[in-house]
C-alpha cells in the first residue's frame, strides 16, 4: 500500500511558476513508477508526466512539454512537478499517483494508487 499527499497547489499568473510535491508513504517508494495528472472542470483526467522508479527516464505530454519538468527523490519518498510558463489552460486539479512496477507508465490504467489532488489555478 501507498499513500501519497500532494502539495505545492494554489493561484498563479499566467507566465509565473508552481512547484508541487508529493509525499509517498511506504518502504517500497522506489519500486514505483510515478505520475503527475490533471482534470479540468468538464474534462477527463489526463496525463502530466511520467518518471520510471530509477528517475532514468520521463515523459511529457505534449502540452507541457518544455515548460513542466518531473523529478524525484527516492531516499525522500517524493516526487515533484515543476511547473514554469504556467497558462490559464494549466488550471486543473493535479494529482500523484503511483504504477506497481519498473516501466514508464503513460495511461490512466497503469496507475494503482492515487492523492487527493491538489488545485492549480492560472489567471490571466
Known amino acids: 500500500q501507498v499513500q501519497l499527499v500532494e502539495s505545492g497547489g494554489g493561484l498563479v499568473q499566467a507566465g509565473g511558476s508552481l512547484r508541487l510535491s508529493c509525499a509517498a508513504s511506504?518502504?517500497?517508494?522506489?519500486?514505483?513508477?510515478m505520475g503527475w495528472f490533471r482534470q479540468a472542470p468538464g474534462k477527463e483526467r489526463e496525463i502530466v508526466a511520467a518518471i520510471t522508479w530509477s528517475g532514468g527516464n520521463a515523459y511529457y505530454a505534449d502540452s507541457v512539454k518544455g515548460r513542466f519538468t518531473i523529478s524525484r527523490d527516492n531516499a525522500k519518498n517524493t516526487v515533484a512537478l515543476q511547473m514554469n510558463s504556467l497558462k490559464p489552460e494549466d488550471t486543473a486539479v493535479y494529482y500523484c499517483a503511483a504504477a506497481v512496477g519498473f516501466y514508464l507508465y503513460t495511461s490512466f490504467q497503469g496507475y494503482n494508487y492515487w492523492g487527493q489532488g491538489t488545485q492549480v489555478t492560472v489567471s490571466s
Open positions: 511506504g518502504r517500497t517508494f522506489s519500486s514505483y513508477g
